[in-house]
């Protein structure tokens, strides 16, 4: 089944390979591909029916150093409910578009095919803004202040997972981009969901876009894959 309205894509569907003793609904799974100008989210959480319902939005891939309290934003309501402030496990803030159209914005997008953002602080604020923007989007009357266990697959540029002749893979790069994606992120002020992770998965981004032709609507394996380690 599919709900499409004011252009966020609902639909509920079986998912058979999630393993039973994950199926609660305070377990999320999510997909993410925070690419150069918007970040597309995936997410998938447990209905009252024991089918798991996913999710679709995308924010803008903007992101900059600073907290709302002391930037000019706070000013402005209307451009104040299009923003979210993000703090790292060190209290640095980041603060994140949620809207593709939001007019007055003076913030400059980070240049997501480096190196060093690829696995920054900054990179993972954003994904993060965009699991909370897609648990909002969920309508849950109950769903501020709650917390969720979150399952992540992210991708990183293909350039930066291989090595060599491209048949290999660059273990400690895809480690940093893991390790910085996986790491303690909050919403600032209270009042948003809290998204805690258990795993973060990295996948280059021609893979992630070939393993939806390797699987079905329903996750299930439709043929077989090579990972070369």
Not at 195 to 202: D, F, G, L, N
Request: net charge negative.
């Amino acid at each position: 089944m599919t709900d499409k309205q004011n252009g966020i894509q609902k639909e509920s569907v079986s998912i058979p390979f999630i393993q039973n003793g994950l199926r609660n609904q305070n377990t999320i799974f999510v997909g993410c591909d925070p690419g150069n100008g918007v970040t597309k989210v995936v997410l998938m959480t447990l209905g009252s029916n024991n089918r798991y319902r996913i999710t679709h939005v995308s924010i803008p891939s903007l992101v900059s150093l600073g907290a709302l309290s002391e930037a000019n934003f706070i000013t402005n309501e209307q451009l104040l409910d299009s923003l979210i402030e993000i703090v790292d496990s060190n209290n640095q803030s980041y603060i994140v578009a949620q809207e593709l159209s939001v007019s007055g914005l003076d913030m400059t997008s980070l240049p997501t095919g480096s190196p060093f953002y690829q696995s920054s602080p900054s990179r993972g604020a954003l994904v993060q803004a965009g699991i909370i923007k897609a648990l909002k989007e969920l309508g849950d009357p109950n769903a501020s202040g709650k917390e969720y266990t979150a399952f992540l697959g992210c991708t990183m540029m293909a350039g930066l997972y291989w090595e060599g002749n491209g048949l290999t893979k660059n273990n400690r790069r895809i480690a940093e981009v893991a390790a910085s994606l996986g790491a303690p992120y909050r919403a600032a002020p209270t009042g948003y969901p809290i998204v805690r992770y258990r795993r973060a998965e990295v996948f280059a981004e021609t893979l992630a876009a070939a393993l939806s032709v390797l699987l079905d609507c329903n996750g299930d394996r439709i043929s077989d894959y090579r990972d070369w380690e």
